[in-house]
Each structure stands twice: as structure tokens, then as C-alpha cells.
């Protein structure tokens, strides 16, 4: 249950990462698109960064330290 539990996470945890890293490349090409008047999405993505990109951050790094704890506990705890 737990090894079954663990694996939910890190597979939810990688799915997330890449979510966050395609919504930095968005940030980066809009970013250069606004510096030369080019609109590529800028003010939509800012409109999308409270309500998704935040919370995705945040989900990712609590999801990262929660599984570092769980697992260095679970190590530390019950090994054999």
C-alpha cells in the first residue's frame, strides 16, 4: 500500500514538473516577445500565474520535501 502510494506521487510529482517547466517556457517566450512588441501570450499568462502556475509551484516543492521526508523515514525507520 505504502510502495503503491509512493508511486501515485512520484508519478503525479513528474507530470506536475513537467507542467511547471512548460510553463516557464511560456513565461520565457512571452517575455522576449513582449520585449520586442510581439504579443505571444504575456498578459495571459500573467492572468494564469494566481489561480495555476502558483499553486502548481507550490504543489511540486511541498510534494518534493514530503517525499524526501517520507522516504529518508522510511529508510531511517524501516529498513531491514
Known amino acids: ?13 513528474t507530470i ?3 507542467f ?3 510553463s516557464f517556457g511560456w ?3 512571452a517575455v522576449a516577445g513582449r520585449a520586442a512588441q510581439v504579443n505571444l501570450g504575456f498578459d495571459l499568462w500573467y492572468s494564469l ?7 502548481s509551484i507550490s504543489i511540486l516543492m ?3 520535501i514530503f517525499s524526501g521526508i517520507a522516504s529518508w523515514v522510511s529508510r531511517r525507520f524501516f529498513a531491514s
Request: without cysteine.
Open 1 to 13: 500500500m505504502k510502495e503503491r502510494l509512493m508511486n501515485w506521487l512520484n508519478t503525479a510529482l
Open 49 to 55: 500565474w494566481d489561480p495555476l502556475f502558483m499553486p
Open 20 to 22: 511547471v517547466l512548460f
Open 27 to 29: 513565461f520565457v517566450v
Open 16 to 18: 506536475n514538473l513537467f
Open 62 to 64: 511541498g510534494g518534493a
